[in-house]
């Protein structure tokens, strides 16, 4: 059965990798909504947060990746995280360049744990998410590490790669493909994920999977509790020859005979030293309930004086678990949005914005900010693209978690897509007749910067654009018309900030609200007559 385990692994996981990967490429929408939840409902941190925030399946992805490690181990962080398979995928290349064109096989050797700094950084990230910060899960959590990377870095490249073949083939009379337009991509907030993605390649080319062990708060998590999982990963001294081929081939490097021990807090479940084993000296074996004849004397000592090492800690974890989440960054205390008066000087006023814009279905700042791991999948899947990374629109610990970016474009008054896949229930879902009257953000107007004002012409590109008649054109002089606004009915969808042709400032834009509110249903011009129901021509 052993042998059967890792090709098993390898089908699973690549599966998962190509799925994942997909959901942040796909812009043809060929995946309905549904199909995203039910793609990343395992993942351990989203589902968690779901878990804390609503009810629903969503919630059930972390106890059952829990389930699995107390029963087997750390088998999530290889075969259901996306970005330890990514590593497997750049160690597997990296070993097959090395053995078919340079000629030397690649070997690993047994390291000692940097358990210091390991368990600092998953406290660290505990102890803030306790206090009502998700800033740490947002820089380091696999999966939303995995979606900056495939989003910011991937995403366009895969784009450009599309619309370059795309061109070719028009050119030859073939449109099985078609250009996709792209919109500006703000660069501060790609720098984290390019840095990353740096440290994990390098990382995953000479020392496998340390990231996994060192700096990934979720692996130190799971490898806490796979220290007490029923099934490990152990070696018979029946059969063992000590020939170092499990060891050689550990990407975790957490196997060493010379202390006859297996680190199964490192173990990630890759099942490459039990391909290796030629005696089938390696396997899983019950350490609930051990067979006395199979375990070495120094193995249980070790791991007795492992499990001395880790109860603090999960005293510490236990104690901090009943810790209330006290501390806030963002009041939900609603603000008072001043109006920028009209004013008759002739230079364009800057916007005067107090608060970003979230995105609708994520009730406040503050909600948003404590539930958004910045994954971008909603980013990914806007089809406007007025979803974009942030940089310190948010402060320092809101960095990546997607805004509203009207200079980019305007949302869609129909779409729900970003309510319907965000994995963490920071965007709880909408439906269209809510989303109609969910309120964002407030227009804002300013006369001074408005061209009909200041130039004697007309425009009404604004109230062309607004689907709620929150912006109307009202009489002004010379047979002009001039933008009037009317808040109450406002969604904050951004359209008439993007359509509007001043710059660099806005003559009319949205500021966010910190607690979302309801809008006004939009006004529906009833006609004064009945249209005949044939077509008179």
């Known amino acids: 059965m052993n042998k059967w385990l890792k090709p098993i692994r390898v089908i699973v996981s690549l599966l998962f990798l190509g799925l994942t990967g997909f959901l942040f490429l796909d812009f043809i929408g060929s995946l309905s909504p549904a199909w995203y939840g039910r793609i990343t409902w395992i993942q351990f941190v989203p589902s968690l947060l779901t878990f804390l925030t609503v009810a629903g399946i969503g919630a059930l992805g972390f106890l059952v990746v829990l389930i699995v490690t107390l029963l087997w181990g750390r088998v999530y962080c290889s075969l259901v995280c996306p970005l330890g398979i990514l590593q497997d995928v750049v160690s597997f290349v990296s070993r097959q360049y090395r053995e078919k064109i340079r000629k030397k096989r690649r070997r690993y050797r047994p390291a000692e744990p940097w358990n210091k700094l390991r368990y600092t950084i998953m406290g660290v990230t505990i102890v803030a998410f306790l206090a009502g910060s998700v800033f740490f899960l947002n820089l380091l959590d696999p999966f939303s590490l995995f979606g900056k990377i495939f989003s910011g870095l991937v995403r366009p490249l895969y784009f450009s790669m599309n619309n370059t073949l795309a061109g070719w083939l028009q050119e030859a009379g073939i449109h099985a493909l078609y250009h996709v337009e792209t919109r500006r991509?703000?660069?501060l907030p790609l720098i984290w994920p390019a840095l990353m993605l740096g440290v994990i390649v390098w990382l995953s080319l000479g020392k496998g999977r340390l990231y996994c062990n060192t700096i990934c708060p979720v692996g130190s998590f799971l490898g806490l509790i796979a220290t007490r999982s029923m099934y490990r990963i152990g070696?018979?001294?029946?059969l063992c020859n000590r020939c170092g081929d499990c060891l050689l081939n550990c990407k975790a490097q957490c196997i060493d005979l010379k202390n006859n021990d297996i680190d199964f807090s490192r173990c990630v479940g890759c099942f490459n030293c039990l391909n290796a084993c030629s005696k089938q000296g390696i396997g899983y074996r019950n350490r609930w309930f051990p067979d006395k004849k199979t375990v070495a004397p120094t193995e249980t000592a070790a791991a007795?004086?492992?499990?001395?090492?880790?109860?603090?800690?999960f005293r510490l974890v236990a104690a901090m678990m009943g810790t209330p989440l006290a501390t806030r960054l963002v009041s939900d205390r609603p603000a008072a949005h001043g109006r920028?008066?009209?004013?008759?000087?002739?230079?364009r006023i800057p916007e005067q914005k107090q608060f970003p814009i979230s995105p609708p279905?994520?009730?406040?700042?503050?909600h948003f900010k404590d539930t958004c791991t910045a994954c971008q999948l909603c980013v990914s899947a806007c089809p406007t693209r007025v979803l974009q990374p942030s940089f310190l629109e948010y402060g320092v610990t809101g960095m990546m978690q997607p805004r509203m970016d009207f200079h980019a474009s305007f949302c869609n008054f129909d779409c729900v897509i970003c309510t319907e896949v965000c994995p963490t229930a920071a965007i709880l879902p909408l439906t269209r007749e809510q989303k109609h009257t969910e309120q964002i953000g407030l227009v804002t107007l300013i006369l001074g910067n408005c061209v009909v004002k200041t130039d004697n012409t007309s425009c009404g590109a604004c109230a062309e654009h607004c689907p709620t008649q929150a912006v109307r054109?009202?009489?002004y002089k010379n047979g002009l018309t001039i933008p009037e606004i009317h808040p109450e009915y406002c969604v904050g969808c951004g359209g008439c900030e993007y359509i509007c042709p001043v710059r660099?400032?806005?003559?009319?834009?949205?500021d966010g609200l910190p607690v979302h509110g309801r809008a006004k249903p939009p006004v529906?011009?009833?006609?004064?007559?009945?249209?005949?129901?044939?077509?008179?021509?």
Not at 235 to 238: L, Q, S, V
Not at 340 to 347: F, I, L
């Open 524 to 537: 529906i011009e009833k006609l004064d007559f009945t249209p005949d129901d044939d077509f008179p021509f």
């Open 185 to 187: 991509m703000t660069l």
């Open 473 to 475: 054109m009202v009489p």
């Open 504 to 510: 660099p400032h806005r003559a009319i834009y949205i």
């Open 361 to 366: 279905g994520s009730r406040s700042l503050r």
């Open 235 to 238: 070696i018979d001294f029946n």
């Open 340 to 347: 920028q008066p009209a004013t008759n000087r002739p230079t």
């Open 304 to 313: 007795g004086n492992d499990n001395e090492r880790r109860t603090f800690l």
